[in-house]
């Protein structure tokens, strides 16, 4: 009995090893373990030859850089039970390496029973489109889902540092970082893949930060938007407005010459309040940094937006650059109400870099606004600018502003513009083409040259005008009439010489007047807000276009007299409008 039961344990001991292989976890029992094909591949030793690695735990779709991730993979069989038998070699290796990336951890394991887990892989390069690819037993291989993994380079302890303080109760709960290259436009804003997380674009209430990532792709506003905040996070990115407004709610940090919201079109950086007494740095530019430092002491809050334009123009915002000693910046500015006239008025802080300043540079600073009614430069003439003020701080105070709002700029009082000129119109007349202009002041102004042309490029005398020379008061110049007969448009315009021989030209305007019958005009030519059809038949469509003949503005006269249009939509620039068959050109100012 004692030798048979020593034969009984010795058999046990043989068979435990094959007992303890068919009893493995998460069945009811050896035969659900195995199923009859694989028994056979147990027996005639086929099994490598008859099983498949499969990815049953993927990496994440998006991950940080270095940032450690798991994979799980699977021999099945045929029938795509788990190959238990399995127990060779798997190494992982990259399928799809866009970036020429390393993979760290472990990258060869053993897989035991079938399963074989990699756990601390990591990725050391930013990139999309990683495939990992898994190969096993028998050339037997599998490859992983595609995955992107970006880089959140803060600085500091994590993700949360990079976010400005403030509520988070956007469409992303408020955690949103600009990663940017990942989607089908790699700077298109309205793309989620161009964001992380990468479920929905920003709300209005969300926070965002840049990451620093050194992929070059800024993001480009792609309609007017609203956030909460914006924290450039050190990632040498610029916020791109286009044509497009962006309200900002709270503040921007990490703002710097490499760090800003560029204005690189009509678009402007929004505050949507700034109350009474107190102040908001624009940390805007286009080329370069150019931030303005805005405090509101009109006595209530009020929205201010702003944008930088890399001179100062002829007409404001376009045209020629000007060529006195200044600083080579315009900064436009907006306000709730046009006029700063309450309270205390409002103060600035303009700021530039020193390879923005004129050859030569100005002598005597000063601060100067185009009038937004006209075509004209002035000084201006209410506040004052700081009594400390040095030149080579690249930056000017002035306080107590009081005026209109719009184009502003810093140049030199010893040499301002010679002329602000209010208006110049071309208006039709039984008599002939009607031309008026009037200005709001003149310093060495010694005459006026009327010119004419019926192409813009060639140009003649119509009429020499003596200027007034000196004043700071408006005055309207008398009419002049061009009673000569001409078949189609007419364009005239306005040549200003100082005493000293210098001069400047106005901005064209144009005319079709007829030689007979009713005529038909629009006026006031240049236009800012309104433009008036004046005897056009009652039930005549008219339309509008811009210079590459796209239709902006279309309707119809509704009765005999005077038909006003809004050109409140329409940019700054030259346009044309068909009515009656003929083409009446006219120009709408900022």
């Known amino acids: 009995m004692i030798r048979a039961k020593g034969y009984v344990i010795l058999l046990l001991s043989l068979l435990w090893p094959m007992l303890s292989f068919c009893q493995y976890e998460g069945g009811s029992g050896r035969q659900e373990a195995l199923s009859s094909t694989s028994v056979l591949q147990l027996n005639d030793g086929q099994a490598a030859t008859t099983s498949q690695l499969v990815v049953v735990q993927q990496p994440p779709s998006m991950m940080e850089l270095s940032q450690q991730f798991y994979l799980k993979l699977e021999y099945r069989t045929a029938n795509g039970q788990i190959a238990y038998f399995e127990t060779g070699n798997v190494s992982l290796t990259f399928q799809t390496n866009p970036s020429g990336a390393t993979l760290g951890g472990t990258t060869t394991l053993a897989a035991t029973a079938g399963v074989v887990e990699f756990s601390g892989l990591s990725i050391d390069k930013i990139g999309t489109g990683y495939e990992l690819l898994a190969s096993g037993a028998a050339s037997t291989s599998a490859i992983s889902n595609s995955f992107t993994v970006f880089s959140v380079g803060i600085g500091g302890s994590g993700r949360q540092e990079a976010m400005a303080d403030g509520p988070a109760t956007g469409t992303l709960s408020g955690q949103v970082f600009w990663v940017g290259g990942l989607g089908a436009s790699p700077t298109d804003w309205n793309d989620p893949l161009n964001w992380f997380p990468n479920t929905a674009v920003p709300g209005s209430s969300d926070r965002l930060a840049m990451e620093p990532n050194n992929n070059g792709h800024n993001p480009i506003l792609d309609q007017d938007r609203t956030i909460y905040s914006m924290n450039f996070n050190g990632a040498d990115k610029k916020l791109e407005l286009g044509n497009h407004t962006l309200t900002l709610t709270a503040d921007a940090t990490g703002v710097n010459s490499s760090n800003y919201f560029k204005t690189n079109g009509s678009g402007k950086l929004k505050r ?8 908001f740095t624009f940390p805007v530019g286009n080329s370069a940094y150019n931030p303005i430092a805005i405090t509101n ?8 937006s702003v944008r930088v334009l890399d001179e100062i123009y002829e007409y404001g ?5 000007n060529t006195e000693p200044r600083v080579k910046r315009t900064w436009d500015i907006d306000k709730q109400t046009p006029s700063a006239s309450a309270g205390n008025g409002v103060d600035f802080t303009f700021n530039w870099n020193a390879n923005e300043l004129s050859n030569p540079a100005p002598q005597n600073y000063t601060l100067f606004h185009h009038d937004a009614n006209g075509n004209g430069w002035g000084q201006v003439v209410t506040g004052t600018r700081d009594p400390n003020f040095n030149p080579a701080a690249n930056s000017m105070i002035w306080t107590g502003y009081k005026g209109s709002f719009s184009p502003f700029g810093v140049g030199d009082q010893n040499a301002p513009l010679p002329v602000e000129l209010l208006y110049f119109t071309a208006e039709c007349k039984p008599q002939g083409t009607s031309l008026n202009w009037a200005t709001a002041s003149e310093v060495n102004s010694a005459y006026f040259e009327l010119q004419r042309s019926t192409d813009l490029i060639h140009w003649s005398v119509l009429k020499k005008v003596t200027a007034l020379g000196f004043h700071s008061s408006e005055y309207t110049y008398p009419e002049v009439l061009d009673a000569s007969q001409y078949d189609g448009v007419r364009y005239y315009r306005l040549r200003q010489v100082d005493f000293d021989g210098k001069q400047e030209y106005f901005q064209p305007v144009a005319a079709d007047c007829p030689n007979s019958g009713t005529a038909v005009s629009i006026y006031p030519n240049p236009a800012s807000e309104q433009l008036r059809i004046q005897g056009a038949e009652p039930g005549s469509d008219w339309e509008i276009f811009d ?17 006003l249009i809004s050109v409140l939509s329409l940019p700054a620039g030259l346009y044309h409008m068909h009515l009656q068959n003929r083409v009446f050109p006219f120009v709408v100012l900022e």
């Open 272 to 279: 949507p309040s700034i109350p009474n007494n107190e102040g």
């Open 317 to 321: 915002t376009f045209g020629n650059a």
């Open 547 to 563: 210079v590459s003949a796209r239709s902006l503005l279309r309707g119809n006269i509704q009765e005999e007299g005077t038909e």
């Open 297 to 304: 002491r009109t006595g209530t809050a009020e929205w201010f």
